[in-house]
């Protein structure tokens, strides 16, 4: 199974990021996922913009997209959302149908419980629209991960938790 992870945040090296990696390093095949990250390298969508032709790392991200079986997409939440590059990366793709029955597991990872509601809530409404398919969503919080330089511990449970939702897409 081929997965692609992205990492959703704003900023490069994100802990959306690091717990993507450390998902990566949890599954059995070290080339079964790639993760990236740079949504804030794509240029701002907009229908005017298609007429000039899409840009090539957009063209890129979206043959990454059709390449792979299950796509996490793992997003902090934002004054109760998701962050604008989210949103900018899932627009290049609403009208072209990448997403389209893609398997997507969406993942919120926010300091601590509530938050990630409403960006959940969000996310899960883009996707619906964009026609994924979904079997379930991971709310996870960084109180119950380990975090040290940049390097990311998940405990037995949370791996646990993991690795049952993405045997839910094989």
């Given at each position: 199974m081929k997965i692609l992870g992205i990492a959703a945040s704003a900023s490069k090296s994100s802990s959306n990021y690091y717990l993507l990696k450390a998902i990566e390093d949890l599954?059995?095949?070290?080339?079964?996922?790639?993760?990236?990250?740079?949504?804030e390298d794509f240029e701002l969508?907009?229908?005017?913009?298609?007429?000039?032709?899409?840009?090539?790392?957009?063209?890129?991200?979206?043959?990454?997209?059709l390449a792979v079986d299950l796509i996490?997409?793992?997003t902090p939440e934002y004054t109760h959302n998701i962050p604008a590059v989210l949103k900018?990366?899932?627009?290049?793709c609403t009208a072209s149908g990448e997403f389209a029955q893609k398997a997507v597991?969406?993942?919120?990872?926010?300091?601590?419980?509530?938050?990630?509601?409403?960006?959940m809530i969000s996310l899960l409404g883009s996707l619906q629209t964009m026609k994924a398919k979904m079997e379930t969503q991971l709310p996870l919080y960084k109180t119950d991960v380990h975090i040290l330089d940049h390097q990311m511990e998940l405990p037995e449970d949370i791996r646990e938790i993991i690795e049952t939702a993405i045997d839910l897409y094989r």
């Open positions: 599954l059995s095949s070290p080339d079964e996922m790639q993760v990236i990250e740079g949504l969508f907009s229908p005017l913009r298609l007429e000039k032709g899409v840009p090539n790392n957009i063209q890129a991200f979206k043959q990454q997209v996490l997409i793992a900018n990366m899932l627009e290049w597991l969406p993942i919120t990872f926010t300091p601590h419980e509530p938050r990630g509601k409403y960006a």
